[in-house]
């Protein structure tokens, strides 16, 4: 049994309303709902929020709801642990899958392609699985070059090893392992790899434009 969790809540300090925001004719939250729908393993959808107005849409488009104190919402009482411990508590089933709407261009057959992987992987050794994006840039640090030398070392980027970004868009561990990781992952999670369009996360305006822009584009 597979329950996606999304976690959205009122307060967003560089986009306002953020997790309601329109998107694609619908909001950030509610495109999220129908797309997880459409999942097949998905047994339960779960929004938990400290915002009654969400709650109430993801009610409307049949979610269950959660809803969280302000302790666990405001970034400041609760340490984020704490916070990925106590929604999993709330919960049922016997995997979770943190979903997040602020990450729209995840579509369904992505979700239905990561539980698969996420399964095989189980087998395999891993704990977890997270959604990545790889690239391969020239990193600096205060002290200097990260990944890369200078001079005569100097290598073309694509010939740099692999860096992965953690987009956030899907990460599924068994609930009760994430209760006691009080984390959303484990030491050892799969690095699910996923292209630049679906790997956008809507942090501020700019974000957004982005994400709208990319929605056109297959």
């Known amino acids: ?14 986009l306002k309303g953020k997790n309601i925001a329109p998107f694609a004719g619908s909001t950030l939250l509610e495109y999220k709902i129908d797309q997880l729908q459409k999942v097949d393993k998905i047994t339960r959808i779960v929004v938990s929020s400290d915002c009654d107005e969400m709650l109430s849409m993801a009610a409307a488009k049949g979610a269950e709801t959660h809803k969280r104190a302000d ?6 009482t609760q340490p984020f642990g704490e916070v990925v411990a106590h929604i999993c508590s709330n919960v049922e089933g016997e995997h979770v899958m943190w979903a997040t709407c602020t990450s729209p261009l995840v ?14 992987k189980l087998n395999e050794g891993y704990d977890s699985l997270m959604s990545v994006e790889e ?8 002290e ?35 209760i006691e ?3 959303f992952h484990g030491t050892n999670p799969f690095k699910y790899v996923m292209d630049k369009r679906s ?10 434009a982005c994400a709208k822009a990319w929605l056109e584009i297959k």
């Open 144 to 178: 200097g070059p990260l990944n890369y030398e200078l001079g005569v070392k100097h290598v073309p980027s694509q010939e740099l090893p692999p860096l992965y970004r953690v987009t956030d868009g899907i990460l599924i561990a068994p609930r009760k392992k994430m």
């Open 1 to 14: 049994m597979y329950t996606a969790v999304i976690p959205v809540r009122k307060g967003s300090r560089r």
């Open 181 to 183: 990781w009080k984390y």
């Open 199 to 208: 790997s956008v996360d809507i942090d501020d305006p700019l974000d957004m």
């Open 135 to 142: 690239f391969r840039r020239y990193m600096w640090t205060d």
């Open 71 to 76: 302790e666990y919402c405001d970034e400041k």
């Open 107 to 120: 579509e369904p057959h992505h979700y239905n392609d990561a539980i698969n992987t996420y399964e095989k």
